[in-house]
């Protein structure tokens, strides 16, 4: 179905919609346990299906110092709380395409660029030996314009060009969000930053 045929609606704008919706602030938790939050919907409302929960940040973290960025590899879906928690945010993510690709654990954002430039990991170019060495900033190159450097060499949560990899397991490592999304989340995020990934 073209986006003529739905009124105008993209799928991307519907996933933005969705990420954006689910950002506000929970009103009520489901079980005295559970980490996940739940708007005042009525009864009959079903669960979006991409999985995406709000979280609350005290399981993962013992406090927000500096803001904590939770990513999420099952459910593709990377939590920002603002260090004064007045800030939360849900953003559907890409996520590495295999378990030998994955790194799980504590890391922080050590670096911020924007308008990265990007160079192939030594594994990717002994996969990938066809791959330039180096590709500037721009439309081709695969962090997108922003990019968090993590305290793990060469993993980094960065935007993307292309929009099908988001949701899906695409990515050599890092963790990719629509080109907006890491915009918003570079603005929000600082040295320091504490990352999770689970």
């Not at 704008?13 to 009103?27: D, E, F, K, R, T």
């Not at 603002?82 to 799980?104: G, H, N």
Request: with cysteine; aromatic share 10%.
């Amino acid at each position: 179905m073209s986006s003529s045929d739905r009124g105008g609606i993209s799928r991307r704008a519907v996933l933005g919609g969705v990420a954006s919706g689910i950002a506000a602030p929970a009103l009520a938790q489901n079980t005295p346990d559970s980490t996940e939050f739940e708007g005042s919907a009525g009864q009959g409302v079903r669960r979006n299906i991409s999985s995406f929960r709000t979280l609350d940040w005290r399981p993962y973290f013992s406090d927000t110092r500096n803001g904590a960025i939770l990513v999420d590899l099952t459910s593709r879906a990377l939590h920002f709380w603002s260090e004064d928690r007045s800030v939360y945010r849900l953003y559907p993510t890409s996520v590495p395409m295999s378990e030998d690709l994955t790194r799980r654990g504590r890391t922080e954002v050590v670096r911020k660029v924007e308008g990265p430039s990007w160079r192939p990991t030594p594994a990717m170019r002994a996969r990938n030996p066809e791959w330039p060495d180096y590709v500037p900033p721009g439309p081709d190159n695969p962090l997108g314009t922003h990019a968090l450097y993590l305290s793990w060499e060469f993993y980094r949560i960065h935007g993307t060009h292309d929009t099908r990899k988001i949701g899906r397991r695409s990515s050599n490592g890092c963790v990719g969000l629509y080109n907006e999304h890491i915009a918003e989340l570079f603005g929000h995020a600082q040295l320091g930053t504490q990352v999770l990934l689970i």
